[in-house]
């Protein structure tokens, strides 16, 4: 090789070149054979250019055989195995935050029949037909007297697959066709919601997160959801049992982590299986927590108050005169439930669920405030969950001060228990109005949210809720004796009916816990809500919240309190937070 | 050399050419031993799929056990079982208490045992009637 093989300046050959030399070599050979044939030596031409079109046939032919061998010999020996595709309608296992199983697809069979390759179609009836209960004679027999392959029947366990093929009737055939399977039955079915035959979500997580679920699909990796089972199952349970205890027409219940949103449990009653949701009445399948409005009663309180504290209007002892019920104009009279109450300080007003003391705080804060307070809580659209189902609430067209005052204590506005859980969350995490999620957070990540009130206000709005509870006359004194320093609000909202406030109830209780320590503390919020509880002897004819929603969240609180590692402490009596209990005699309007 | 390329070319065995002979027999070589091994290969592809065809089968079998152990192992199924069976029922608060805790309340049950007076024991000045 010349040193000029290694100039680093040498020219790349071109194709243009090569042609060239090809060409040049060609007819240096012919001229060769020109040369040999002007020599005379026309027998040795001849010879060479048969040995020279022998020789390129040979290296022709050993160049096919070598490939051949190397086929034959070194293919991949998997080479012909595929791994199944992974079908369109195919979705991700959905697992709790532990990693249990809570909705996966199941490889289920549809049964064909080509009669024309079966000859003893009584065989065929006899042993068919006893195995199937959902197939009918009548398909069947359509299928025998049809000189095609025919579909009988879809979603065959494998059971029942091995069964059928055991029986070796001649003209029966299988397709494999996946199907979802939710294996925990009527269990959080509404929020983990269902799809149809072809992999497609309807409603709850599997609605929500379709896209997610059938991307995830591909990688063989779990969608985890936030929700806890153990949870779960404590709050079903104390939803359910209340349902029927108070023969409510629907009852609901969520518990929610309020620092990241993170919904832990949700539940809806009635409800459905959603292996076969087909089977169930429409109203069995609503998830009442989001999909349906309510007026909520006193629970709005917490608003009104959140609203007048924020914007400096009041201080926890500014005093509200409750002696006469509030009349604005025409409109209906406001009352308070007796309670002997003449005059109240702010704080006492939450306590006492005074209907007068909110509705002067609504009108002290004036329409404009308290819109931007309440569109800023997430009231007047909504709630902002990945859960389709969320619906939008029914807010007054018009805010004169009659609806204000209305309004200020949870009359007048219908909302979804769901938005309720996401403002509450709100004003006790600090006053970061963050959307509540299905999918469960990174360990420590806390989502950044929008501020809707002062850390500060939210710090008292915490310890309002949680003196609610210790107050002997609070509306939630029934549950402090749990040791789990827990802070809520009753709501009892009369039912609407053809145009009236009827004689049923809305009861509501929103619990936090434990309330207790820095507001940054790892808090948990449970929402119970009883759509037209009865009375019943033990509640002395009472259908108000402390008298069914409330104890009912206690005891989801007493059962979820050691899942969340929350401990039981002795109760201790909690001050008025800030400054010195007013006395309800004290100060002036 | 092209003297000796036309003795190879042009010596025979009883009538036939030796190059022919050669090539006939390499070729006979070749496409037995290509048969052999793609048969074999078959063979081993048929064995593959088999096993792929297992696996696959006890994946399905593993789903649906993993199904059936969620729907057994579901919380409030388990609670249903052992209040119905087993009589059992959520711990009260009173039954709670921390891994710290727990040395004080065996302490406790120590010296409540230790001042339980034994059966048939005289009674002393402090524990009897006077």
Same mark, same amino acid.
């Given at each position: 090789?010349?040193?000029?093989?290694?100039?680093?300046?040498?020219?790349?050959?071109?194709?243009?070149?090569?042609?060239?030399?090809?060409?040049?070599?060609?007819?240096?050979?012919?001229?060769?054979?020109?040369?040999?044939?002007?020599?005379?030596?026309?027998?040795?031409?001849?010879?060479?250019?048969?040995?020279?079109?022998?020789?390129?046939?040979?290296?022709?032919?050993?160049?096919?055989?070598?490939?051949?061998?190397?086929?034959?010999?070194?293919?991949?020996?998997?080479?012909?195995?595929?791994?199944?595709?992974?079908?369109?309608?195919?979705?991700?296992?959905?697992?709790?935050?532990?990693?249990?199983?809570?909705?996966?697809?199941?490889?289920?069979?549809?049964?064909?029949?080509?009669?024309?390759?079966?000859?003893?179609?009584?065989?065929?009836?006899?042993?068919?037909?006893?195995?199937?209960?959902?197939?009918?004679?009548?398909?069947?027999?359509?299928?025998?007297?049809?000189?095609?392959?025919?579909?009988?029947?879809?979603?065959?366990?494998?059971?029942?697959?091995?069964?059928?093929?055991?029986?070796?009737?001649?003209?029966?055939?299988?397709?494999?066709?996946?199907?979802?399977?939710?294996?925990?039955?009527?269990?959080?079915?509404?929020?983990?919601?269902?799809?149809?035959?072809?992999?497609?979500?309807?409603?709850?997580?599997?609605?929500?997160?379709?896209?997610?679920?059938?991307?995830?699909?591909?990688?063989?990796?779990?969608?985890?959801?936030?929700?806890?089972?153990?949870?779960?199952?404590?709050?079903?349970?104390?939803?359910?049992?209340?349902?029927?205890?108070?023969?409510?027409?629907?009852?609901?219940?969520?518990?929610?982590?309020?620092?990241?949103?993170?919904?832990?449990?949700?539940?809806?009653?009635?409800?459905?299986?959603?292996?076969?949701?087909?089977?169930?009445?429409?109203?069995?399948?609503?998830?009442?927590?989001?999909?349906?409005?309510?007026?909520?009663?006193?629970?709005?309180?917490?608003?009104?108050?959140?609203?007048?504290?924020?914007?400096?209007?009041?201080?926890?002892?500014?005093?509200?005169?409750?002696?006469?019920?509030?009349?604005?104009?025409?409109?209906?009279?406001?009352?308070?439930?007796?309670?002997?109450?003449?005059?109240?300080?702010?704080?006492?007003?939450?306590?006492?669920?005074?209907?007068?003391?909110?509705?002067?705080?609504?009108?002290?804060?004036?329409?404009?405030?308290?819109?931007?307070?309440?569109?800023?809580?997430?009231?007047?659209?909504?709630?902002?969950?990945?859960?389709?189902?969320?619906?939008?609430?029914?807010?007054?067209?018009?805010?004169?001060?009659?609806?204000?005052?209305?309004?200020?204590?949870?009359?007048?506005?219908?909302?979804?228990?769901?938005?309720?859980?996401?403002?509450?969350?709100?004003?006790?995490?600090?006053?970061?109005?963050?959307?509540?999620?299905?999918?469960?957070?990174?360990?420590?990540?806390?989502?950044?949210?929008?501020?809707?009130?002062?850390?500060?206000?939210?710090?008292?709005?915490?310890?309002?809720?949680?003196?609610?509870?210790?107050?002997?006359?609070?509306?939630?004194?029934?549950?402090?004796?749990?040791?789990?320093?827990?802070?809520?609000?009753?709501?009892?909202?009369?039912?609407?009916?053809?145009?009236?406030?009827?004689?049923?109830?809305?009861?509501?209780?929103?619990?936090?816990?434990?309330?207790?320590?820095?507001?940054?503390?790892?808090?948990?919020?449970?929402?119970?809500?009883?759509?037209?509880?009865?009375?019943?002897?033990?509640?002395?004819?009472?259908?108000?919240?402390?008298?069914?929603?409330?104890?009912?969240?206690?005891?989801?609180?007493?059962?979820?309190?050691?899942?969340?590692?929350?401990?039981?402490?002795?109760?201790?009596?909690?001050?008025?937070?800030?400054?010195?209990?007013?006395?309800?005699?004290?100060?002036?309007? | 050399?092209?003297?000796?390329?036309?003795?190879?070319?042009?010596?025979?065995?009883?009538?036939?050419?030796?190059?022919?002979?050669?090539?006939?027999?390499?070729?006979?070589?070749?496409?037995?031993?290509?048969?052999?091994?793609?048969?074999?290969?078959?063979?081993?592809?048929?064995?593959?799929?088999?096993?792929?065809?297992?696996? /696959?089968?006890?994946?399905?079998?593993?789903?649906?056990?993993?199904?059936?152990? /969620?729907?057994?192992?579901?919380?409030?199924?388990?609670?249903?079982?052992?209040?119905?069976?087993?009589?059992?029922?959520?711990?009260?608060?009173?039954?709670?208490?921390?891994?710290?805790?727990?040395?004080?309340?065996?302490?406790?049950?120590?010296? /409540?045992?230790?001042?339980?007076?034994?059966?048939?024991?005289?009674?002393?000045?402090?524990?009897?009637?006077?």
């Amino acid at each position: 090789m010349s040193p000029i093989d290694f100039n680093p300046s040498r020219e790349p050959l071109r194709l243009g070149d090569l042609w060239r030399r090809l060409v040049g070599g060609m007819w240096n050979i012919e001229r060769a054979f020109e040369a040999t044939q002007s020599s005379g030596r026309a027998v040795d031409d001849t010879r060479l250019r048969l040995f020279f079109v022998l020789a390129m046939f040979a290296l022709a032919f050993i160049g096919l055989g070598m490939r051949a061998t190397r086929a034959a010999l070194f293919a991949h020996p998997g080479g012909g195995v595929r791994e199944a595709p992974v079908l369109p309608s195919a979705e991700a296992d959905l697992v709790d935050r532990d990693g249990r199983l809570l909705a996966l697809d199941l490889t289920h069979y549809g049964l064909y029949l080509d009669a024309s390759l079966n000859w003893d179609h009584d065989e065929v009836r006899r042993k068919l037909l006893p195995l199937l209960p959902k197939l009918s004679a009548e398909r069947l027999d359509r299928a025998l007297n049809a000189n095609r392959r025919e579909y009988l029947l879809g979603a065959l366990t494998p059971e029942e697959h091995t069964a059928i093929h055991d029986l070796g009737l001649p003209g029966v055939s299988f397709e494999e066709e996946p199907r979802r399977v939710y294996p925990l039955g009527a269990q959080a079915e509404h929020l983990i919601g269902f799809t149809d035959s072809g992999g497609h979500g309807l409603a709850g997580a599997e609605k929500a997160l379709n896209a997610q679920l059938h991307a995830a699909a591909a990688t063989g990796q779990p969608v985890q959801l936030a929700l806890d089972l153990r949870i779960q199952a404590a709050l079903q349970d104390e939803v359910q049992k209340a349902a029927a205890k108070f023969h409510t027409q629907s009852a609901m219940g969520i518990v929610v982590n309020i620092h990241t949103g993170e919904i832990l449990a949700m539940t809806s009653w009635p409800d459905f299986d959603p292996n076969d949701p087909g089977q169930s009445p429409i109203p069995n399948l609503t998830n009442h927590e989001a999909a349906s409005v309510y007026e909520l009663g006193s629970v709005f309180k917490l608003f009104t108050l959140a609203t007048g504290l924020d914007t400096g209007l009041v201080t926890l002892d500014t005093p509200f005169d409750v002696s006469t019920p509030l009349q604005i104009g025409n409109g209906r009279p406001i009352h308070d439930h007796e309670k002997g109450d003449t005059r109240l300080a702010l704080w006492q007003v939450f306590t006492h669920s005074s209907n007068i003391g909110a509705g002067k705080l609504g009108l002290m804060a004036g329409a404009d405030r308290m819109q931007t307070y309440f569109r800023n809580f997430g009231l007047f659209s909504a709630a902002p969950s990945a859960l389709l189902e969320s619906a939008r609430p029914i807010v007054p067209h018009r805010f004169d001060e009659d609806t204000i005052a209305h309004m200020a204590f949870g009359q007048g506005i219908s909302i979804s228990p769901l938005s309720l859980a996401t403002a509450y969350t709100a004003i006790l995490n600090g006053g970061v109005y963050i959307p509540l999620t299905l999918t469960k957070a990174k360990p420590g990540e806390r989502p950044q949210g929008r501020r809707v009130i002062s850390e500060q206000t939210s710090s008292t709005m915490l310890q309002l809720m949680r003196l609610n509870v210790t107050d002997p006359k609070g509306s939630g004194h029934k549950l402090d004796a749990l040791g789990l320093r827990i802070g809520g609000k009753t709501g009892s909202a009369q039912k609407p009916d053809h145009g009236h406030y009827g004689k049923d109830n809305i009861s509501t209780f929103a619990g936090v816990f434990p309330a207790d320590g820095p507001i940054t503390a790892d808090r948990y919020m449970v929402v119970v809500t009883l759509d037209a509880p009865q009375p019943l002897p033990e509640t002395y004819g009472f259908i108000t919240a402390g008298w069914n929603a409330e104890p009912t969240a206690g005891a989801v609180i007493d059962r979820i309190a050691p899942f969340l590692g929350v401990q039981r402490t002795p109760t201790v009596a909690v001050a008025k937070p800030q400054v010195a209990a007013a006395r309800p005699d004290e100060g002036a309007e | 050399m092209i003297r000796s390329v036309r003795r190879v070319f042009q010596s025979r065995f009883r009538g036939f050419r030796i190059i022919d002979l050669s090539a006939f027999g390499c070729l006979a070589v070749l496409v037995l031993s290509v048969y052999a091994f793609k048969a074999n290969q078959g063979g081993e592809n048929a064995r593959i799929q088999d096993v792929d065809d297992q696996i /696959a089968s006890e994946q399905r079998q593993i789903r649906v056990l993993q199904a059936q152990l /969620a729907h057994l192992e579901e919380p409030e199924r388990l609670e249903r079982l052992s209040v119905q069976y087993l009589g059992m029922a959520p711990p009260s608060a009173k039954h709670e208490t921390s891994i710290d805790a727990l040395i004080d309340i065996s302490r406790q049950a120590e010296a /409540a045992k230790s001042t339980t007076p034994k059966p048939g024991a005289k009674p002393t000045s402090a524990g009897g009637e006077l």
